[in-house]
């Protein structure tokens, strides 16, 4: 189903391209070439079907697109699971611990050894 979708926005997407290529604003493009030369309701004929064909494509453009958002495949896992398991692993490699008080308090108490060791007497 999403290759079919994919197909069809593709198709869609060149002959919406064609269209809006085929139109002029100050009404010239294909409008006054189909249209003929003395013939005002031609033109305005041709100026309807353009104008219709292009919101046409529009229209099933976004519906194939929708159509081929939801024919995608749905994670069969939650993804919050799978960000706590990269930080599990994460966690299980070289990140530093934030120490202890315990520990910090040790840690200071070596460092004030290592002055008082140090000093000149």
């Given at each position: 189903?999403?290759?079919?979708?994919?197909?069809?926005?593709?198709?869609?997407?060149v002959?919406?391209?064609l269209?809006?290529?085929?139109?002029?604003p100050?009404?010239?493009?294909?409008?006054?070439?189909?249209?003929g030369?003395?013939?005002?309701?031609?033109?305005?004929?041709?100026?309807?079907?353009?104008?219709?064909?292009?919101?046409?494509?529009?229209?099933?453009?976004i519906?194939?697109?929708?159509?081929a958002?939801?024919?995608?495949?749905?994670?069969?896992e939650?993804?919050e699971?799978k960000?706590?398991?990269?930080?599990?692993e994460?966690?299980?490699?070289?990140i530093?611990?934030?120490?202890?008080?315990?520990?910090?308090?040790?840690?200071?108490?070596k460092?004030?050894?290592k002055?008082?060791?140090?000093?000149?007497?």
């Amino acid at each position: 189903m999403l290759t079919l979708s994919i197909i069809l926005i593709f198709i869609v997407s060149v002959l919406m391209i064609l269209i809006v290529l085929a139109q002029n604003p100050k009404g010239g493009g294909l409008s006054s070439t189909f249209g003929g030369g003395g013939q005002m309701g031609g033109v305005v004929q041709t100026n309807k079907f353009l104008d219709k064909t292009t919101w046409i494509l529009a229209i099933s453009m976004i519906v194939f697109s929708v159509t081929a958002s939801l024919s995608l495949d749905q994670p069969k896992e939650n993804p919050e699971s799978k960000i706590q398991k990269e930080l599990m692993e994460l966690n299980q490699t070289s990140i530093p611990q934030v120490p202890t008080q315990k520990q910090v308090d040790e840690f200071k108490k070596k460092e004030k050894q290592k002055k008082d060791l140090n000093l000149p007497k």
